[in-house]
């Protein structure tokens, strides 16, 4: 969110392009993090949809990727293919294919 929101605001003040190599290291490394910290606890609890969830997960680094390369390369306008998809992960990977997982792990005693 934080990410979503420093993108935002860069974008209102005209300095997106500014703010978007770092935006993408952070993210490189958030997902790095989060994903394995995640997967680890899928594969010590035996969470039964570990695969599906581990595929969502490696499409979503494959994506924030392939953003880096162009940045990278010299792309222009991927602030708004950027915010776009920053979006998008955060309705459809986090508050719905993650809320998945929510109850099997309050069953185990993770909070």
């Known amino acids: 969110m ?3 929101n ?8 005209g300095e997106a392009n500014k703010v978007l190599g770092a935006i993408m290291n952070d993210l490189i490394n958030y997902t790095s993090t989060h994903f394995k910290t995640e997967e680890s606890l899928f594969e010590k609890y035996n969470y ?3 695969q599906g969830h581990k595929e969502e997960h ?5 994506q924030v990727v392939r953003f880096k390369k162009e940045f990278d390369s ?8 950027l915010i776009t998809f920053l979006k998008n992960w955060l309705i459809l990977h986090i508050v719905a294919s993650d809320k ?6 309050h069953e185990k005693g993770i909070y």
């Open 74 to 81: 010299g792309a222009t306008m991927l602030s708004i293919k």
């Open 48 to 50: 039964p949809e570990i």
């Open 6 to 13: 420093s993108l935002h605001n860069a974008m209102l003040n």
């Open 100 to 105: 998945e997982y929510t109850n099997f792990f």
């Open 58 to 62: 490696s499409e979503l680094v494959s």
């Open 2 to 4: 934080q990410l979503l």
